[in-house]
């Protein structure tokens, strides 16, 4: 009996392995090496999402079977290289339903376009206002009428850092 070297039969069948599916090797820097397992479990374990919808008026019997998974890290981040989160301070975007505490998903590969809520940088700040451009002059609008509208001028400092695509609210 010949010993080691290939054998026909032997090994795991191809494609029954844990991913169901064939595999390949991956380098990935020690200092990495938990996100990335982590990164693997949490894929395709999606929250059920159900395809009834609840009225916020008179209540009506809900469909008894889920419709499909939500994974909420791809409903809300698009771009993923350009996706980066921000958590609120302050109340000047109340009447956005943007509150203290929220937290903001911010894709800088969104140009953004007038009325757009942008995360922005005015002399070293950073703030979350509403974009407008008048006269060929930026405006940064607040949604509380106790807060002002920031005009940037000429000799700011001012850049967009990017657009708010979705608000984290708890309840």
Do not use: C
Not at 12 to 24: C, D, I, L, N, Y
Not at 34 to 39: K, P, R, S, T, Y
Not at 72 to 95: C, E, K, W
């Amino acid at each position: 009996m010949t010993r080691g070297g290939k054998r026909i039969g032997a090994g795991r069948p191809k494609g029954t392995g844990k991913f169901g599916e064939p595999t390949v090797p991956v380098r990935v820097p020690v200092s990495l090496v938990g996100e990335v397992a982590e990164l693997v479990e949490l894929k395709g374990r999606g929250i059920p999402l159900y395809s009834s919808t609840v009225r916020a008026g008179m209540p009506t019997m809900a469909d008894d079977h889920m419709d499909d998974r939500l994974d909420l890290h791809n409903y809300v981040v698009q771009h993923p290289a350009t996706t980066f989160f921000v958590r609120v301070q302050g109340d000047s975007m109340i009447n956005a339903s943007i509150h203290e505490g929220d937290i903001l998903v911010v894709d800088r590969s969104i140009e953004p376009r007038e009325n757009s809520i942008v995360i922005a940088v005015v002399d070293g700040d950073l703030t979350v206002k509403r974009l407008r451009r008048r006269n060929g002059l930026v405006e940064l609008v607040p949604e509380n009428d106790r807060y002002p509208v920031i005009k940037v001028g000429a000799e700011q400092e001012f850049k967009i850092w990017g657009t708010v695509t979705t608000v984290v609210h708890r309840v």
